[in-house]
């Protein structure tokens, strides 16, 4: 894991901003992008992203929220990818590592290795998954999580040129949600979640008020609304079937006697049993599982 010992602090402490980098802003010239190891879809040449539309993301085989993002990011690469249009999917881990882990999760984006960690620092990646855009210019174009990347807005990026504006960040999710997903109440609790629009910010809150205990969490993924109720680290968190990456709005009223330990726990089962999963929170780790594992 070499440099990201400090990453699930800080993933846990984004707060209002969000998730960051320190690389290149949108518009700035990118950074080089240099792979010590291809895992596969191997690019030979020195110019190999030359004119190219690079996708680029940074993940970890630790990293629970990458893990939730995979099928999203599988779909984009069935739909978008081509000889003008490259997935690089960059980790800092070993090779044997990485391989592992491929053969038990499919991923259609060419993953790289970046051994030295040189990319990983002309990008500022601070925190994980983390997305950038690159036009075949090789100038930014947009960056962020890359749960807030829609097929819309890729497919706009594409067709657009190097001139026109880039849509904001936060169109980037569907305001529709696959079905309505209705309160959850159980013993002295009321747990509403919707799927972030885009409109609401990043918020993490959990506070007593007015003689209830009150969970707010915004625009955030599954793994993290989980991992943060039950304080737990993000790398802590394993996936078992397609859990949902979109990102979500929760908000949770608890009443007395329950204790604010007792309503974090019960609102991360809640929450899991609304999108139909099932947590399994053990001592050294959370799973969230679906009935079709995919295995």
């Not at 969000?18 to 990118?30: D, N």
Request: overall charge neutral; aromatic content about 8%.
């Amino acid at each position: 894991m070499r440099r990201w010992a400090r990453v699930v602090a800080l993933v846990m402490a984004v707060g209002a901003q969000g998730v960051f980098a320190a690389g290149p802003e949108v518009g700035a010239t990118a950074g080089r992008i240099e792979v010590g190891e291809w895992v596969s879809g191997e690019i030979r040449g020195a110019g190999a992203f030359a004119g190219k539309a690079v996708i680029l993301e940074f993940w970890a085989t630790w990293c629970g929220p990458c893990r939730a993002i995979l099928p999203h990011m599988n779909t984009l690469v069935e739909k978008f990818a081509s000889d003008d249009v490259v997935f690089v999917s960059m980790t800092d881990e070993d090779r044997e590592k990485v391989a592992a882990y491929m053969a038990k999760f499919t991923m259609k984006a060419r993953v790289a290795i970046d051994k030295d960690g040189a990319t990983h620092q002309s990008y500022g990646i601070e925190t994980i998954p983390y997305l950038y855009i690159i036009d075949p210019t090789g100038v930014v174009r947009w960056r962020d999580h890359p749960g807030r990347l829609s097929e819309e807005l890729l497919s706009q990026y594409l067709k657009s040129s190097a001139s026109q504006r880039f849509p904001e960040a936060s169109a980037a999710l569907p305001t529709a949600m696959p079905a309505p997903i209705p309160p959850a109440a159980s013993a002295g609790i009321s747990v509403m979640v919707n799927r972030n629009s885009g409109a609401r910010p990043f918020a993490s809150e959990i506070k007593e008020e007015q003689g209830q205990i009150v969970i707010r969490m915004t625009k955030q993924p599954l793994a993290q609304i989980v991992a943060t109720l039950l304080e737990k680290p993000m790398g802590n968190v394993r996936f078992d079937g397609a859990v949902p990456a979109y990102l979500l709005d929760v908000l949770c009223y608890a009443s007395p006697p329950m204790s604010l330990e007792q309503a974090r726990r019960k609102a991360a089962e809640e929450v899991c049993r609304t999108l139909g999963v099932t947590l399994n929170n053990s001592s050294d780790a959370i799973v969230l599982s679906t009935p079709s594992s995919g295995k």
